[in-house]
């Protein structure tokens, strides 16, 4: 199982550090192949006021520091094709956020690196239509055939965080975790899932208690891996409280989540 786990957005080295080592434990798991996410940007917060991060010099560093002293493998988004270069240095997976999704430019800049790329799907996108964002990392790294086996042979994976439902609400269609497995690997976003974009006057809001739910049904479904955002105190969180778990709730849920995949 992949596990992509960490905070929305590098908040501080301090705060950052402090979640990494409450992680530990997972990059220490032989049945984990674990992932430390954090942001250093949040290029697309609903309001021009809302907290974006340190930015990517900073940001990096601080990863670097992570990669360095926790030896964990490490994923973060790029937003823009000048950001690929010197954010692949540093990291192992380049994150492509869901609204990015089909920018042509991005995911060929992305495949031209040696760095696994996982695509997040749009929740404006038809499930199907994912097929082609993989098509474009793919032929960019000489492969003209899209599959399953083709994508994971070449560090593609698609994630699934979720459709829009009429106004500020998201809903998971779980038939999307099996189309997409058609076309690469697929990873269960369960906390953006959870969103509620706009509930909170500018800021986007979200049920937390929801995510165990989710993330079960999507174990019982079948994927290849989970992604979670999370924090030692959601309420205080910088971006997306409203969604993150606990740290002792994410370790609950692993539990769970293993004793479903035991029996599938």
Do not use: W
Request: glycine share 8%; aromatic share 8%; with cysteine.
């Amino acid at each position: 199982m992949k596990l992509l786990a960490g905070p929305c957005v590098i908040e501080s080295e301090k705060n950052i550090f402090t979640i990494a080592k409450a992680l530990e434990k997972y990059h220490n798991d032989a049945t984990i192949d674990f992932y430390f996410k954090a942001s250093f940007d949040k290029a697309n917060r609903t309001s021009l006021e809302s907290f974006r991060g340190l930015g990517m010099g900073e940001g990096l560093r601080i990863l670097q520091k992570v990669k360095d002293d926790f030896g964990y493998k490490v994923v973060t988004d790029v937003h823009e094709t000048i950001q690929v270069e010197p954010v692949a240095k540093v990291v192992d997976m380049l994150q492509i956020p869901a609204f990015l999704c089909r920018q042509t430019d991005l995911l060929v800049e992305c495949a031209k690196t040696d760095r696994e790329v996982n695509i997040k799907k749009g929740q404006f996108i038809n499930p199907p239509d994912m097929k082609y964002s993989v098509m474009k990392v793919l032929k960019t790294r000489g492969c003209d055939e899209v599959s399953y086996e083709n994508a994971k042979k070449h560090g593609v994976y698609l994630t699934e965080r979720g459709s829009s439902f009429g106004y500020g609400n998201i809903i998971v269609d779980m038939r999307s975790l099996v189309i997409m497995k058609e076309y690469a690997p697929v990873i269960f976003d369960a906390t953006h899932s959870v969103q509620m974009p706009g509930a909170l006057g500018g800021k986007t809001g979200g049920d937390s208690s929801m995510v165990p739910y989710l993330a079960k049904a999507a174990a019982a479904v079948g994927v290849d891996g989970f992604f979670f955002e999370t924090h030692f105190d959601p309420s205080c969180a910088l971006s997306d409280g409203p969604n993150m778990l606990k740290l002792d709730e994410l370790e609950k849920l692993i539990e769970k989540i293993k004793k479903i995949e035991a029996v599938k």
